[in-house]
């Protein structure tokens, strides 16, 4: 567990040496060789590959990039970027056609057309199925790439991005995402994540012009929030005291209150997705999962989180 006295740069190092650790001795006691990791061109699964790399191998991991109608040309291009830096084969499989057949499908079956929330799923979906068509085709395991500050709110779609055996970054908030994807390349002497994937805002690309922030409080706000609800105290000295000044200053006002209110209950809400989704590499002591499950059907309005 992380001590009260590690700076960033030593807490970093620790949980990139935690999670090649942990990835080197799921895959091995698992019986998989390889692995295999949906490639966005954004920060998550470059950092996923990247830790992926450095606990197998390059030669025992894979990528595939899956572009839809609304993925930018600068994603696939930073997937390219990404996977030569780190050495590893990319494939592309675009699945235009195949949402395309499941939209005009729900059409003529359901009367109206596939749209909305509805629709984005839908692409998340079809990328996951045929992640687990490469994944079982080939005898490699299947990486998902969510952070914690997207399974603790439930930014993810169930049987989408959720699909797979195990979630390397699942106990790593967005900002340290950011902050170990930086100390990587840092320690590398050079860019293994191209700059251009940390530096782009966040954004499923599941409809046009889409950003995380669309959806979700700006990601250092949110994470100060999640980590005053689920680590409370548990939170090393220097953290904890940044966090409370940005704790005080939401509790402040009646939006922060609000925000805060809003948080808590998305974090009840996605239980039932977090019960269901791939194992993580714990890096704290669980909040979630078997290590301390929330109910997964609660009056969430009338009870505290943590």
């Known amino acids: 567990m992380p001590t009260p006295s590690q700076t960033q740069p030593e807490l970093m190092e620790f949980y990139r040496r935690q999670i090649v650790l942990g990835l080197r001795d799921f895959t091995c ?11 966005s061109g954004g920060i998550d699964s470059a950092l996923a590959l990247a830790l992926a790399v450095e606990a197998l191998g390059p030669e025992n991991v894979i990528a ?6 609304f993925s930018s040309m600068g994603s696939v291009r ?12 990319l494939f592309e499989h675009p699945i235009r056609d195949l949402v395309a057949t499941y939209e005009q499908g729900f059409n003529a079956a359901f009367g109206e057309p ?12 079809a990328r996951g199925t045929v992640l687990m068509e490469y994944a079982n ?9 969510g952070n914690k500050s997207e399974i603790s709110v439930g930014y993810c779609t169930l049987y989408g991005d959720t699909n797979g055996g ?40 599941l409809a046009p012009d889409q950003k995380d922030s669309d959806s ?14 689920i680590e409370g105290e548990r939170l090393h000295a220097g953290e904890r005291d940044e966090v409370k000044a940005a704790w005080d200053e939401l509790t402040g006002t009646k939006d ?51």
């Open 29 to 39: 006691c698992c019986g998989f060789g390889k692995v295999v990791v949906g490639s």
């Open 64 to 69: 595939v990039t899956l572009p839809s109608r």
């Open 78 to 89: 930073d997937s390219v970027a990404l996977c030569r830096n780190l050495g590893i084969k």
């Open 114 to 125: 596939l749209r909305g929330l509805a629709l984005e799923n839908m692409q998340a979906r």
């Open 137 to 145: 085709q080939f005898g490699a395991l299947l990486l998902t790439t």
């Open 166 to 205: 195990l979630g390397p970054i699942g106990d790593l908030y967005k900002t340290e995402v950011f902050a170990l994807s930086r100390h990587i390349n840092e320690t590398a002497g050079r860019e293994l994540i191209p700059e251009a994937i940390i530096d782009k805002p966040p954004s499923a690309e």
């Open 216 to 229: 979700l409080p700006p990601y250092p706000v949110l994470d100060a929030i999640l980590k005053t609800l």
């Open 256 to 306: 922060g209150e609000a925000l805060i209110a809003r948080v808590r209950q998305m974090i009840w809400k996605s239980e039932f997705k977090r019960r269901q989704s791939a194992p993580i590499l714990y890096l704290r002591q669980p909040p979630f999962g078997s290590g301390q499950p929330l109910p997964i059907a609660a009056e969430y309005g009338h009870i505290r989180v943590m």
